[in-house]
Nanobody, 124 residues
Framework: QVQLVESGGGLVQTGGSLRLSCAAS????????MGWFRQAPGKEREFVAT???????YYADSVKGRFTISRDNAKNTVYLQMNSLKPEDTAVYYC??????????????????WGQGTQVTVSS
């Protein structure tokens, strides 16, 4: 079992920044791929960013150049630095772990464990 706990969400104005954290515990391994997804009201959960066990990163086009995903394996923590936030970034943000990666997966179905989510609200 892997437990994931997100933190760092909140209310910010357009153009502002937030840094989300995802603390992992349990059977965590540096070999897991870790991802961030988000879900806005009435919409499906969508891919935001992922970082592989080797440190390769992938981003949704909508956040590329504004968001940065990183990981600190010593702390079992994954981060999502979000800059130049827009109202359309408003959503609940979820951290997820792919514990048996054979390739890079950019869809929710490829992840085994999920956090409870943290709300990000960007006011216009």
């Amino acid at each position: 079992q892997v437990q994931l706990v997100e933190s760092g969400g909140g209310l910010v104005q357009t153009g502002g920044s937030l840094r989300l954290s995802c603390a992992a515990s349990g059977r965590t391994k540096s070999s897991h791929n870790m991802g961030w997804f988000r879900q806005a009201p009435g919409k499906e959960r969508e891919f935001v960013a992922t970082i592989t066990w080797s440190g390769s990163t992938y981003y949704a086009d909508s956040v590329k150049g504004r968001f940065t995903i990183s990981r600190d394996n010593a702390k079992n923590t994954v981060y999502l630095q979000m800059n130049s936030l827009k109202p359309e970034d408003t959503a609940v943000y979820y951290c997820a772990a792919d514990t048996s990666p054979t390739t890079v997966v950019l869809t929710p179905s490829g992840y085994d464990y999920w956090g409870q989510g943290t709300q990000v609200t960007v006011s216009s």
